[in-house]
Structures are given as structure tokens and as C-alpha cells.
């Protein structure tokens, strides 16, 4: 876990750098509130923020007040490090945002039981959040959970004037293995259809249940022509597996058909938009024989 020091005080920088680091945990160093404050705002900032109340250019408090402010999805657990022990002081850092407070000079066994609360702490919002998140049968993300991601890598692209494009695909026939096998295997179908889903995507892509087996999957970076070709690896892959069935008696196979499509940046009602016209490609590819690719041109 990374956990962030800010410390003017150079010995007792040292002193917090190299404990932690001795008990395992990704240490980042800085020497005051304005640095801690930038490292913060980075995409792999910590979880967990160990602040001198008293720095230069920005105090342990008024950094505390901005990190309460920031739009970002995780909790992050705030230790004050002060000489201040007085009630009305604790106050004042708890108002401000602070769990928790680790007088100076710190007694090293006081700082390890205070560190694993928080670690604690951030590690139960993690799974509590990823229970919230993800389909529990397949392991990817929930519709509710991709959408808020689609909303964000749309913005994105805006931002950075970037592709994105999206694939919908559905495993072709699907009802006739629940009724022919039962439930239990459909379930497992399910599952070793997202594990293949998975295994052809990019690191950086995003895979969603979008309900029954309809499975999404954004494509940050990606043009049209690229979605294309990752949905293709997809397709060829699924046709490929040999489910072998519960009981071990005998092996199934399965097909897929993809439709894809690409973000357009005057399109209305984004999110709903491009999941629309992929629906369309989809529709063709079934209407097509199944077990294929089709794209969405745009209109």
C-alpha cells in the first residue's frame, strides 16, 4: 500500500520514510503541504496521507481540507503528525478532515497501530466497494459500474481529443443451453465466455456484464477499425473453447456475435448513444447468421 509523508522536518522525515519502508509499505516523500498537494492529485495517488500539521506554503489542516474536497473514487485515511495535544487542537483537526492524530516526537509502536487501522479501514472500503461494482457471477464490472466508467472515458477523449469505441456482444443461442444443460452450466458458460473476453482484451480495457449474456466492452484509445479487430480475436477465441460439462461427461461449444462502434464527439445523450448504434451492429450480425463481427458505421 502507498502511503503518503509530508514533513518539513528533514530527521523526522527520515525517521517516518525509512520505518515504513522497513515494514513494507510504497513510500512517498515530500516536504510540505504544496508538494503533498500536487503529488495527490496524480492518478495513482495513496490511500493513506501521514501530514505534519505545522509546514510551509500550505499546513497539515488546509491540505487535509483539499484532499476532503477532491472528486475521487477511494477513501483516503488522514493521520495528522503535530506536537499539538491539546482537546481544542484535536477538534480543530477533526473538523478539518482528519482520522486520526500521532503526537510528536512518535513512539514507533504507536505509529504501526495507527498505520494498519487505516490500512484497515481502506481496505474494507475497497472490498465493500468492489462487491457494489462488479457482477458477482462473472467478476467484471456491473452495468451500473461500466456506465460510470463509459461516462469517464468519454470525457476523456473529449479532453484529450482521443478514440474510444465500445463493443456489445451476445453468445449466440444461449437460451438453449440453460434448457438442454441447466442453469449450473449456463452459469459456467457465462463465466468462461467473460474469462475469454478478458483474455483478448487490452490491459487498459473495460469489461462489463450488461445484463443476461450481453457483455460490454470499452475501448479507450481505439479506433473503429481497432475494435474491430480486438472484437474478431474475441469471436475466433469463443468458437474455439471446449466447455467441458460438469458432471465430465461430455464438452460443449459456443459461438458470439459482436457488434462495435466508435465514440462520435457530437453525438447526444453520449453513453446511451454509442451503446444504441452498437445494439444496431449487433442486431446485424445476428440478422447475418451469428457467430461474426459487424460495425456501426457513422451516420
Known amino acids: 500500500m502507498k502511503i503518503l509523508i509530508a514533513e518539513d522536518d528533514p530527521i523526522s522525515r527520515r525517521l517516518l520514510e525509512a520505518t515504513l519502508s522497513e515494514w513494507g ?13 500536487e ?3 496524480q492518478p495513482e495517488a495513496p490511500g493513506l496521507v501521514i501530514s505534519d500539521w505545522m509546514m510551509p506554503h ?51 509502536e504507536e ?31 456491473n452495468r451500473r459500474a461500466f456506465f460510470e466508467r463509459m461516462e469517464q472515458e468519454i470525457n476523456r477523449s ?3 481529443n482521443t478514440s474510444l469505441s465500445l463493443i456489445l456482444t451476445d453468445i449466440d443461442y444461449f437460451k438453449k443451453v440453460n434448457d438442454r444443460y ?38 479507450p484509445g481505439a479506433d473503429i477499425s481497432q475494435s474491430v479487430s480486438v472484437a474478431e480475436r474475441m469471436r475466433s477465441k469463443v468458437e474455439e473453447m471446449k466447455i467441458m460439462l460438469p458432471d465430465g ?4 461449444r459456443i459461438t458470439a456475435s459482436f457488434g462495435t462502434t466508435s465514440f462520435l464527439m457530437d453525438a447526444k445523450g453520449k453513453v446511451d448513444s454509442m451503446i444504441k448504434r452498437a445494439d444496431n451492429a449487433l442486431y446485424k450480425a445476428k440478422n447475418e ?6 460495425m456501426e458505421s457513422k451516420k
Open 182 to 219: 441447466g442453469h449450473q452450466t449456463g452459469d459456467m458458460v457465462l463465466q468462461r465466455f467473460t474469462e475469454q473476453l478478458l483474455d483478448s482484451s487490452r490491459p487498459y480495457d473495460i469489461v462489463g456484464r450488461y445484463g443476461g449474456e450481453e457483455f460490454v466492452v470499452s475501448l
Open 25 to 37: 509499505y510504497d513510500v512517498l516523500v515530500t516536504s510540505d503541504g504544496s508538494e503533498a498537494w
Open 289 to 294: 447468421g451469428r457467430n461474426r463481427v459487424c
Open 249 to 252: 461427461s461430455q464438452s460443449i
Open 158 to 160: 473529449l479532453r484529450e
Open 58 to 108: 500550505m499546513d497539515g489542516l488546509e491540505l487535509c481540507r483539499k484532499i476532503r474536497q477532491m472528486d475521487r473514487t477511494g477513501y483516503i485515511y488522514f493521520i495528522i503528525l503535530t506536537a499539538k495535544g491539546r482537546k481544542k487542537d484535536v477538534i480543530e483537526g477533526l473538523e478539518a478532515g482528519a482520522d486520526d492524530f500521532l503526537i510528536k516526537p512518535f513512539d514507533r
Open 39 to 41: 503529488t495527490m492529485q
Open 111 to 141: 505509529l504501526k497501530c495507527r498505520t494498519r487501522i487505516g490500512e484497515r479501514i481502506i481496505k474494507l472500503e475497497q472490498r465493500i466497494l468492489k462487491l457494489a461494482t462488479t457482477d458477482s457471477l462473472t467478476g467484471v464490472l
